[in-house]
């Protein structure tokens, strides 16, 4: 599953990333690198961009990027 | 001096230089620039969202006896960047050597801040980290362990509150001290493990004999990790087919182990030291509560309040700028066309001035000054708003919220930002564009800011709201504002489909925490802004009133304004504004003169309607005493008025309700030339045509071309043509 697919409120673990290039860099220099949590604080009103938490400072990207992030599902327990 | 925190003091080595330079590095919105202005007394600008500095900056400052110079560097988040700013701090800490760094680092975010301290580290110059934002971290409940944060990294750790000059003294002495001690500086290297140390070691050694490294240009370390990453534009020069070679032996072991992409490998490593520098040296309390900011977005970025909520702002903020600076607007007025008039032409009677002289400074600059000076309290209050939003952190949501929009004109949220910063004024935004990571993004934004309708235009709106649409000037107003908004709309899809259609551009932004700004903050800051506009007026406007004064009286003895050679001018390109209801002689020479800035419009406007000799009733001359009562007085009813406005109406209130002296004399004469149709028209054409040179200007130096400033010109004249002829011509069909 994608980051695109965790709705508001849930979490999950960053797995790969299938972008390539500067905006890969970029993203990794912000922090979304494998193995890092995030979770899903917020959608524009609008429907896109999205809000997320990561390495605990708050990051908006477009769910377009957020589809080409994979990540793993966290359950809350 | 604290000993622990300055490994590197070696006393034989010790060459005291005299000047020293100090970079200022770290990620955006760390708080550098608030750093610097409290240690060095600047004015640098500052704002709560990513991105407020887009050029390298420095202030000096002495510090026991010897000069130092803070280089404040736009935000980055990586030595790979990805901006244009992003370069511009990148390639200073690279090539210029600054005797010492000094990493800010967001103590709230240690983790990603750590990202990028690692990569100044590689560097290899000395580094003295001020931990920032210690404040805020304490009130989250931070507990941040400095001294094994320095010890494992081999620098200087400091903490800091930027905003209330808390640390700045040890700070300073601490890089001093680095600075001093240079010279026996020995670069903790920081492992990144034994594959990556490997290969980085095999390209130092061949890297060695390279001429630019000899040269002592480009640290050797980095470059050799840069190499392992392939940053394409960190290697540019060594890409010939000898270094490539190098790095592709050198890194051929850790390909086969972790696989092609180094990058990757890279970008992980550095993250995976710093999240474990970060468990180290970081002791979180065991809950995470509900932190302010979370609670205010849940409420402002809400999926059903949040466009309501913003346009809400938007529309406070225009309100309110024009409710509290009308009333002082109309006392300027009062005072620039009374008292003040009446001194000056009693100081110029006492010294027996020459009639031209007089004529000169009553009818060319205390007309032509005058007039734009009047504006001074709307502009301010603008600059006031738009300080007020960048410093709480709502700029940022602005983007957040508007970018779906925005990216159905082809932008992104982004954009956003220097496009509301138009509404002040134009220049600033255009170099704001900085932030937008391609050319394309910010070339279609730049084209657009000149449509947001800026401080200067105001006053051309104010006078002939006021003299045509008095009962309903608030809308008439608005609907202008609103006017270059729908055309910025229309214009961002059509250039869309024509000059740009490349792919559509990505948006990743940091939302920075609210945070409350100082009042001394926003006034400083909203005076930095603000007084651009006073030495504007000062300066070009007093020029321009000087030269219409001569345009308007040569050659001499002229008998008619209409003769003269600015008359003849104007009458020369008036046909062209006949179709739009304003083929005047006057108003082709104010629009004229209008190209070098807005106000100048009017200015010119109050020249060229001064009433002609002998119309002028003689009134009796109050003394002295009554002119300063009569300032004072009226301007306590000002602040009355304005406290009254702004919990009274809901409209926005006329500026200029009241007949006051000063302009009056140019009301009553546009009052006959014009209609309101064609008044309407006219502020359309003046809110359409050209931005202002400066605005020109500030697009050639950001774009290195005239080519953008070439399109505004031409794409502009033609729009605001176009749009006064269908409203004057439509208007008249239907008979308004
Ligand atoms: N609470 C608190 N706020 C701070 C501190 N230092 C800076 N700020 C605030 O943080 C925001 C960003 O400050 P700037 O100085 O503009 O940050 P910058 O690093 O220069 O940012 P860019 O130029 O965008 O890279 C402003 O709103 C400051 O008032 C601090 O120590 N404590
Ligand atoms: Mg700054």
């Not at chain 2, 280089?71 to 210029?96: F, K, N």
């Not at chain 2, 020995?186 to 890297?207: C, F, M, N, Q, W």
Request: hydrophobic letters at 50%; a negative charge.
């Amino acid at each position: 599953m994608t980051l695109a697919d965790l709705k508001t409120g849930e979490s999950g673990k960053i797995v790969k990333i299938q972008l390539s290039g500067a905006l890969k860099r970029r993203l990794m220099d912000m922090g979304v690198v494998a193995g890092t949590d995030v979770i899903v604080e917020k959608v524009a009103p609008l429907g896109d961009p999205i809000e997320v938490r990561i390495k605990s400072y708050a990051l908006s990207l477009r769910l377009g990027e957020a589809r080409q992030i994979e990540v793993e599902e966290i359950k809350k327990s | 001096m604290n000993k622990q925190n300055t490994p590197f003091v070696n006393q034989e080595h010790n060459t005291v230089k005299n000047n020293l330079t100090i970079a200022v590095a770290g990620n955006p919105n760390s708080g550098k620039s608030t750093l610097i202005n409290a240690i060095a007394g600047s004015r640098l600008q500052v704002g709560n969202w990513p991105g407020v500095t887009v050029e390298k900056k420095s202030a000096s400052f002495d510090f026991q006896g010897r000069k130092i110079t803070l280089v404040d560097l736009p935000g980055t988040y990586s030595m790979s960047p990805y901006t244009q700013e992003e370069v511009i701090a990148r390639d200073y800490l690279v090539r210029e050597k600054p005797d010492v760094i000094i990493n800010v680092v967001d103590a709230t975010n240690l983790e990603r801040n750590l990202y990028f301290s690692l990569q100044l580290l590689e560097l290899g110059i000395p580094l003295v980290m001020a931990l920032n934002m210690h404040d805020e971290a304490a009130g989250k409940g931070f507990r941040i362990d400095e001294e094994k944060m320095a010890s494992i990294l081999g620098c200087a750790v400091i903490p800091t509150v930027a905003t209330k000059g808390e640390g700045i003294g040890r700070l300073m002495e601490t890089a001093v001290a680095f600075a001093d001690a240079s010279e026996a500086h020995r670069p903790v290297v920081i492992s990144y493990g034994d594959d990556i140390e490997k290969a980085a070691l095999t390209i130092e050694k061949s890297l060695k004999d390279h001429p630019d490294i000899l040269a002592g240009h480009l640290p050797l370390r980095w470059m050799a990790l840069k190499m392992i990453e392939g940053d394409a534009r960190a290697i540019e020069n060594y890409k010939t087919a000898q270094y490539a070679a190098v790095a592709e032996n050198a890194t051929h072991h850790l390909r086969s182990a972790h696989g092609e992409d180094l990058e990757a490998l890279m970008a992980d490593t550095r993250y995976g030291l710093a999240a474990g520098l970060t468990r180290e040296a970081l002791q979180k309390p065991e809950t995470r509560k509900r932190e302010l900011t979370e609670q205010i977005d849940a409420v402002v970025l809400n999926r059903y309040a949040g466009i309501p909520i913003f346009l809400l702002a938007m529309w406070l903020m225009f309100k309110l700028t024009f409710d509290i600076a009308g009333p002082f607007t109309a006392w300027l007025d009062g005072v620039i066309g009374g008292p003040l008039s009446r001194w000056a032409e009693i100081f110029l009677t006492a010294i027996s001035a020459p009639e031209w002289i007089t004529s000169l400074v009553m009818e060319g600059i205390i007309a032509g000054v005058g007039a734009v000076l009047v504006f001074l309290p709307p502009i301010f209050a603008m600059m006031f708003f738009i300080t007020l939003l960048e410093a709480s952190g709502y700029m940022a949501r602005a983007a957040f919220v508007m970018d779906r929009m925005m990216h159905a004109i082809g932008l992104h949220g982004k954009s956003f930002i220097p496009l509301l910063l138009g509404f002040g004024c134009n220049v600033p935004a255009v170099y704001a564009t900085r932030t937008l990571e391609n050319q394309r993004d910010k070339a279609l934004t730049a084209l657009l800011i000149p449509l947001m309708s800026c401080g200067a235009r105001l006053p051309v709106y104010v006078i002939f709201t006021g003299v045509f649409f008095a009962a309903y000037a608030g809308t008439v107003l608005w609907s202008l504002y609103i006017l270059g908004i729908v055309l910025a709309v229309l214009m961002g899809l059509l250039f869309k489909k024509t000059l740009f259609r490349g792919e559509a551009p990505v948006f990743i932004m940091e939302l920075p925490p609210y945070r409350m700004p100082t009042a001394k903050n926003l006034m400083i800051h909203t005076w930095e802004k603000g007084k651009h506009y006073l030495i504007k007026a000062g300066t070009w406007i007093l020029a321009i009133s000087v030269f219409v004064w001569f345009g308007l009286n040569m050659p001499w003895g002229v008998e008619s304004k209409k003769d003269s050679y600015l008359g003849k001018t104007g009458q020369i390109i008036a046909p062209v504004f006949a179709p739009l209801g304003f083929g005047t002689w006057e108003a082709a020479s104010s629009l004229l003169t209008g190209v070098v800035a807005k106000e100048i419009v009017v200015s010119t406007m109050s020249e060229v309607y001064v009433p002609e000799a002998g119309e002028e009733q003689q009134e009796e001359a109050p003394s002295f005493g009554e002119n300063v009562k009569e300032i004072g007085v009226s301007f306590a009813g000002a602040f009355v008025e304005a406290g009254k406005n702004v919990f009274s109406t809901f409209g926005i209130a006329t500026m200029s309700a009241e007949e006051e002296e000063g302009t009056t004399g140019l009301k009553t004469a546009i009052a006959k030339v014009f209609t309101p149709l064609s008044a309407y028209a006219f502020m359309a054409f003046v809110l359409l045509y050209l931005p202002c040179f400066i605005v020109l200007v500030a697009m050639r130096d950001e774009f290195g071309t005239w080519k953008w400033a070439g399109v505004t010109i031409i794409y502009q004249c033609v729009l605001a043509w176009v749009v006064a002829f269908v409203i004057y011509q439509g208007g008249s069909l239907i008979g308004l």
